[in-house]
């Protein structure tokens, strides 16, 4: 079992920046992939970005792409979700997930594992 905990989110004017973190515990050396998924209220989950556990290769949604970075940290487990130039529209409960395969890293069967979210507020 993996256990993730995200944080980090909060209340960000348009333009501002946050870093959402994401650590994970438990049986982390079955972690191949870690990805971040956004939820807004009345729309259906989206994906983010993805990052290779041990390469760091990285992928993102075109929306986020050039403003949001996926990084991660080996040693402590945890994975990190940089957001600048943010936008009213990037208001939403923030997830990170975990897989223990890297594939169709948009999909959202792909992963095993997740956290409960936190809350990143955009005010224009």
């Known amino acids: 079992q993996v256990l993730l905990v995200e944080s980090g989110g909060g209340l960000q004017q348009a333009g501002g920046s946050l870093r959402l973190s994401c650590a994970a515990s438990?049986?982390?050396?079955?972690?191949?992939?870690m990805g971040w998924f956004r939820q807004a209220p009345g729309k259906e989950r989206e994906f983010v970005a993805a990052?290779?556990?041990?390469?760091?290769?990285?992928y993102y949604a075109d929306s986020v792409k050039g403003r949001f970075t996926i990084s991660r940290d080996n040693a402590k487990n945890t994975a990190y979700l940089q957001m600048n130039s943010l936008a009213p529209e990037d208001a939403a409960v923030y997830s990170c997930?975990?897989?223990?395969?890297?594939?169709?890293?948009?999909?959202?069967?792909?992963?095993?594992?997740w956290g409960q979210g936190t809350q990143v507020t955009v005010s224009s």
């Open positions: 438990g049986r982390t050396d079955r972690i191949k992939t």
């Open positions: 990052i290779s556990w041990s390469g760091g290769t990285a």
């Open positions: 997930a975990a897989a223990s395969q890297w594939g169709l890293l948009q999909r959202r069967s792909l992963y095993d594992y």
